[in-house]
């Protein structure tokens, strides 16, 4: 983490309103990237957001009601905001090796709940000087996802299902990080590790972008003035999302209340509200997969912030989450988070019932993680009366989950995700992406699922060879 977060000065992001998206991202970036130049930082935008997007203005906002901004985040290649980082962060690292001068080679070490990995995969295909290792659960992924994995092209990838949730596959791709021998192995092979799953800074910081962006389109639209509070709310799973928002407001956008919406998974609901993080309870596989999610990486990063960045401290309840899956923050901290932070959960009927409302009263679809969100800031609304303008997050296509989404908005059981799409698109009018709908006439290129015990061998005979 940067040793002191960057602060927007009075009139900046008035200024960034008359800006396009990669030139506010240039911007952004330069504040942290100090050894980028601006034209390098302007050059790894455009190559990441200009034509692999819809839109070159890739982060649109669609208004529902009165008080509630949608900002569409999954417009990018793999139809989830994961695209929004893992365009840019290929670029970063090719331009950071470049500077590092010593020739490695990078291996990237993912695992994924399902959009994380697609995506990333997408990013580093054919990238010169790098190649890319994604677990995923098996089982505990939708077809969809599943398949954009498993029909990747390129020279350079690999996939692997693991025998396990995502938080199995997580910890063991944590291990793998850390384990020194592995590590020697890859070094004597002029290689090195990097991540491509939110504990890398390099996915935190295009999120805080949109974020910015998103403020300054509402501010060039004309919907709020500059210095308004507007509140955020983010489905979340592994924290990152909505850490960028905090990370903004850090920086001085005038957020309010940062909402953290999360489904039955709601670990984080209960220590956002009591300030006791606790693993020890039942998972659940729900139709919100990406958010199948109970140890929460980035929320270390919040707390090492909350805590005046003791480290001493995060080092102190890292460990009690690893012996024991928990631990507890004290008063202050639990204080400090309640200041900024609202929680809330729903489950899956609740998720259906809003996609459900959302297209009947506004004929507007979203995905189950974004109902989620939905959800939740209908009820933090009803409950406290608080009736700020919200940016909420909208994380996917619907038409990655197009099952439960067709059983939302019809009623009707349709067990094959392409029939699924069709009836969604007869019923909206709106049409599925082209690069979900192709998927169903390709064939898998990677079918292997190993043991969680057998990660770091995939690991090892996947890179430890040629060189
Ligand atoms: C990854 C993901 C999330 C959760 O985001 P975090 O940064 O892990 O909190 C929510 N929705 C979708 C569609 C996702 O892919």
Same mark, same amino acid.
């Given at each position: ?57 890739? =982060? ?41 001068? /010593? ?7 993912t695992a994924t709940s399902g959009d994380t990995g697609k995506?990333a995969?997408?990013?580093?295909? /054919? ?7 994604v677990f995923y659960?098996?089982?505990?992924v939708?077809?969809?996802q599943?398949?954009?994995m ?16 995502f938080?199995?596959t997580?910890? %063991? ?24 799953n ?21 501010? &060039? ?26 990370? &903004? ?98 489950? /899956? ?20 993680? =974004? %109902? ?48 699924? %799409? ?46």
């Amino acid at each position: 983490m940067p040793v002191e977060i960057p602060v927007l000065e009075k009139g900046e992001i008035t200024e960034l309103s008359k800006l396009g998206y990669c030139e506010r991202a240039k911007h952004i970036f330069a504040k942290f990237m100090t050894d980028f130049s601006e034209d390098e930082l302007l050059e790894c935008a455009e190559g990441a957001y200009i034509g692999k997007f819809e839109n070159d203005e890739p =982060t649109p906002i669609v208004k529902l009601g009165d008080n509630v901004y949608m900002l569409e985040l999954w417009h990018g290649p793999t139809c989830a905001f994961k695209d929004m980082a893992l365009q840019i962060l290929p670029h970063f690292l090719v331009k950071s090796a470049e500077k590092a001068g /010593d020739g490695k080679k990078t291996v990237i070490l993912t695992a994924t709940s399902g959009d994380t990995g697609k995506a990333a995969l997408e990013g580093f295909c /054919d990238v010169e000087g790098t190649e890319i290792i994604v677990f995923y659960p098996d089982n505990g992924v939708s077809k969809i996802q599943q398949l954009q994995m498993q029909t990747q092209k390129g020279k350079n990838v690999s996939v692997c299902g693991v025998k396990g949730n995502f938080d199995d596959t997580q910890t %063991a791709v944590k291990t793998i990080f850390t384990d020194e021998s592995i590590r020697a192995k890859l070094a004597e092979n002029g290689k090195r590790f990097s991540s491509a799953n939110s504990i890398n800074v390099g996915r935190l910081l295009p999120q805080v972008v949109y974020y910015i962006s998103a403020y300054a389109d509402l501010v &060039a639209k004309g919907e709020i003035s500059e210095g308004e509070t507007v509140n955020v709310t983010v489905p979340t799973g592994n924290f990152g999302n909505i850490l960028a928002a905090y990370y &903004a407001k850090q920086m001085g956008v005038p957020f309010g209340k940062l909402i953290c919406a999360s489904n039955a998974n709601n670990v984080l609901t209960d220590f956002l509200s009591t300030g006791e993080y606790n693993v020890n309870r039942e998972f659940f596989m729900t139709e919100s997969p990406s958010m199948d999610i109970l140890v929460s990486s980035n929320l270390e990063r919040l707390v090492f912030e909350l805590c005046d960045k003791d480290d001493g401290y995060i080092i102190e309840i890292m460990k009690s989450l690893r012996e024991h899956g928990a631990y507890c923050v004290p008063d202050e901290i639990l204080s400090k988070i309640k200041e900024t932070f609202a929680a809330g959960y729903t489950d /899956d009927k609740g998720a259906e019932n809003r996609i459900k409302m959302l297209f009947d009263e506004y004929s507007y679809l979203c995905d189950t993680h =974004t %109902a989620v969100a939905v959800e939740v800031y209908e009820k933090y609304k009803e409950v406290t009366g608080d009736k700020t303008k919200t940016i909420i997050a909208s994380t996917a296509s619907p038409y990655k989950f197009p099952r439960a989404v067709l059983k939302a908005i019809s009623g009707m059981n349709e067990p094959d995700d392409f029939e699924a %799409a069709k009836k969604i698109e007869n019923i909206s009018g709106l049409k599925m992406p082209k690069q979900l709908s192709e998927l169903s006439e390709k064939e898998p290129r990677f079918t292997k699922v190993c043991e969680r015990e057998n990660m770091a061998g995939f690991v090892l005979s996947t890179v430890g060879g040629d060189c």
